[in-house]
């Protein structure tokens, strides 16, 4: 299916010269591109003032010219034709990539310094071309090729349209990529900016995508959150001005998360508009909603501006991150849906991209540091005898670290800890029939460290600051590639000595003083960037080196939940509050954007350890089936009745997790507006087999059954209940509902519907 369309269009228009006091025609030559995906349509045309304006992003219209709602004949700023104020033309047309300084006061994605400092950009649009397939994003750094994490998409899913514009001060190509998927409603963008002149120029904005809509009538979703409550959905509607998250961590962050979305006020799971923005990307972030003068909206996203710039040499260029836009004209739902789509199928890679995942037992909720090697085998044992088929050790085994206060950077077993040595305790586990894994903080240093005693400027740090500390560690300088291949020789040293099947990479403090003693001065504000880069070169000699390894990332809990870290990691842990209640927001608002294949959910013991809730065993369970299940707690402890349920859940878990991890997911109550009561299910693609879970937050006086409307079934067939075992039709469990019995506070249900032929 073609479905990129190229038209080169001569208009003919008339407009209204006021100065004349009569109608004036002319024309314009204008080369329009139209690209579809099932459900959308994105139209831009390239101008012959060279500009390149943005025409369409919505709901899919087959017709084949859209550029009437440019108005370039009623526009009375139209640049043709009106010489003596192209400036208002630059205020109000809406742009593709609109850059900063030269009339245009709306938000800019793009400018560039020069060696003269003037900062005023201007570009001009050059030619196109069109490629099945969509490329790969690469930066060439002075030591190394570093590829950015980005959707892929074969020439049978995807094209890409690739326009090139020339900055007219520098000489600059600035290449903008766009690819339109075939089969799901996304458009990706990025863009590549080369020099191609003699002289250096520094880019000081290089935002992903910019998108200029007709209309104002939005609200703003964006996740939001701190430390154990992260991605917690916030709706706002949008208002004159500027709305906006960003990270300035050097991380993605607790607080925001790269994701944000534009949706119709009425727009809720089922019905309404909605666009979905998502960054590839892992370090600083901006995303901004601007309602402009004329009641538009035009929407940015990118790496953070702000102490940001990067010099590009000549012959040199730089790679922009890719931004993945997502449009549903069915609510918030599809949206979702679509993301997850996207992520399962063209972002997530490696052996357990379709896999089911070993259900794990982690230490550290049930030990912290308080740990050796028989305290191991001990979780263990118990552990397999219930049917857990992993053990991960968490941190502390290392160095001589007994709390959060050493040794990071020093990734040598601490054989006081773990008496025999890794390979004898990985055996012993591997013996019980289990696999091990192991948790890395790579990123980090402490001062208490060997590693630091002998390099102290390895840590990022600006001279003549004192370093804030957090967690009591520094971050390593990481754009610095020796010190990346002494961490990864170390590293590979562990993976080499024992059979480990498994790592969790964690990343608990963001950058503060961020500075290099290697950068010189003026390539200092790539520090962040160079950083995020940096991490992305190591998990890559990682995953390509020990494909079989199960990589799980972790940042404190869920600081660094985004599509940069799922390219590199099937799963992310979503947060360090595994309290069943906490997670109910936690999980439905990651899943707005990230498919629940990914999110890393365990039972953990009570009272919890965050919150300090009790909550049923079986509900924690049954919560924890939304994610990669497994269990934090001291198996070896916890009551009698507990450990018996283990088993049953780890067989519900088999049972559903097919259904969870490849299915579509429908959110069926709304945890944000109502946090008394949640529901949600899963549905297979072929809609034989569906998984329905309810909580009942709080008890509630003179009780009655509720009922809860299913979705996704297929309306003609008849399924199964597991709880009444009566057949319905999906129309009635649909349109009438279930009938969701649950008293009292914490409890909850789950439901198996299979299809009766
Ligand atoms: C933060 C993580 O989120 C926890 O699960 C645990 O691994 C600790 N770090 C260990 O320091």
Not at 434 to 449: A, Q, R
Request: charged share 25%.
């Amino acid at each position: 299916m073609e479905n990129i369309r190229v038209q080169k269009l001569h208009k003919e228009y008339t407009r209204w010269n006021w100065q004349a006091g009569k109608n004036e025609p002319f024309t314009e030559d204008m080369t329009l591109f139209t690209l579809s995906t099932p459900g959308s349509t994105y139209a831009l045309a390239a101008l012959e003032s060279g500009h390149l304006a943005h025409v369409y992003y919505g709901k899919r219209t087959d017709d084949e010219d859209l550029s009437y709602l440019l108005r370039l004949g009623e526009n009375p700023y139209t640049i043709k034709v009106n010489s003596r104020d192209t400036g208002t033309f630059m205020d109000t047309t809406p742009f593709e990539y609109p850059t900063f300084g030269t009339g245009d006061y709306r938000e800019s994605a793009f400018a560039l310094t020069d060696e003269n400092g003037a900062a005023a950009t201007s570009l001009v649009y050059r030619g196109y071309e069109i490629i099945e397939g969509k490329p790969a994003l690469v930066q060439e750094l002075e030591d190394c090729k570093v590829t950015l994490p980005s959707v892929k998409g074969c020439p049978r899913c995807a094209s890409t349209l690739v326009i090139t514009m020339e900055e007219v001060r520098t000489g600059a190509q600035v290449v903008l990529y766009y690819t339109a998927f075939r089969e799901l409603d996304v458009i990706t963008r990025s863009a590549v900016v080369k020099n191609t002149g003699d002289t250096a120029f520094k880019v000081t904005r290089a935002m992903s995508t910019a998108v200029d809509l007709d209309s104002d009538k939005y609200d703003f979703i964006t996740l939001n959150g701190s430390w154990a409550r992260e991605r917690i959905l916030e709706r706002s509607p949008l208002h004159h001005g500027k709305q906006s998250i960003d990270s300035m961590k050097g991380e993605s962050s607790h607080q925001s998360n790269p994701f944000a979305a534009l949706v119709s006020h009425k727009a809720d799971e089922e019905s309404g508009e909605a666009y979905g923005f998502n960054l590839v990307y892992s370090g600083n972030f901006f995303a901004q909603a601007e309602v402009t003068q004329h009641k538009r909206t035009r929407f940015v996203m990118g790496m953070a501006p702000f102490d940001f710039s990067w010099t590009v040499a000549p012959g040199a260029s730089f790679t922009v991150p890719e931004a993945v836009m997502v449009y549903s004209s069915e609510g918030i739902g599809k949206m979702s849906r679509t993301f997850h789509d996207l992520y399962r199928q063209h972002l997530i890679r490696g052996e357990y991209k379709d896999k089911a995942r070993p259900v794990l037992i982690n230490n550290w909720e049930a030990t912290y540091f308080n740990f050796d090697t028989e305290k191991l085998v001990s979780i263990a044992e118990s552990a397999s005898k219930a049917g857990i088929e992993m053990l991960v050790m968490d941190d502390g085994w290392f160095g001589h670290r007994n709390s959060d206060d050493s040794s990071l950077g020093d990734w040598y077993v601490n054989e006081e800890k773990i008496k025999g040595g890794l390979k004898d305790l990985v055996d012993r586990v591997n013996a019980l029939g289990m696999k091990f894994g192991i948790w890395f903080e790579p990123e980090m240093i402490s001062p208490d460290s060997d590693l630091y005693r002998a390099h102290p400027d390895w840590a990022i740090q600006v001279k003549g600051l004192p370093l804030t500390q957090s967690r009591q560690q520094y971050v390593l300088d990481y754009s610095r590639k020796e010190i990346r291949d002494n961490i990864w020789a170390q590293m590979k040293k562990i993976l080499d000595s024992a059979n480990i099947e498994y790592i969790k990479w964690d990343m608990n403090r963001q950058i503060t003083e961020c500075g290099s003693a290697a950068l010189p001065a003026d390539r200092r504000q790539e520090l962040w960037h160079r950083y995020v880069l940096g991490v992305y070169d190591l998990q890559e000699r990682l995953v390509s080196e020990y494909p079989h390894i199960l990589l799980e990332n972790c940042s404190g809990g869920g600081a660094r939940f985004d599509p940069g870290m799922l390219y590199f990691s099937p799963q992310i842990w979503t947060s360090d509050d595994t309290d069943a209640i906490e997670r109910l927001k936690i999980q439905a608002g990651t899943s707005v954007c990230y498919p629940a294949s990914a999110m890393g959910a365990h039972v953990s013991d009570c009272p919890n350890h965050t919150v300090g809730r009790s909550t049923p065993f079986s509900t924690r369970g049954n919560v924890a089936m939304v994610g990669t299940f497994g269990y934090e707690l001291d198996i070896t402890r916890i009551s009698e009745e507990d450990r018996a349920q283990i088993p049953g859940q780890i067989a519900e878990f088999k049972k559903y997790n097919p259904i969870v991890r490849e299915g579509d997911h429908y959110r069926l109550a709304n945890i944000f507006e109502d946090n008394t009561f949640d529901a949600w299910m899963f549905v297979t693609k072929d809609k034989q087999k569906a998984v329905f879970t309810a909580v009942q937050v709080l008890g509630r006086p003179n009780y009655h059954s509720r009922l809860v409307k299913l979705a996704g079934l297929d309306e003609k067939k008849r399924y199964r209940s597991s709880l009444t075992n009566e057949v319905h039709s999906g129309a009635a469990l649909m349109n009438c509902g279930v009938i969701v019995d649950l008293s009292g506070d914490f409890k909850s249900m789950v439901i198996e519907f299979e299809e009766v032929k």
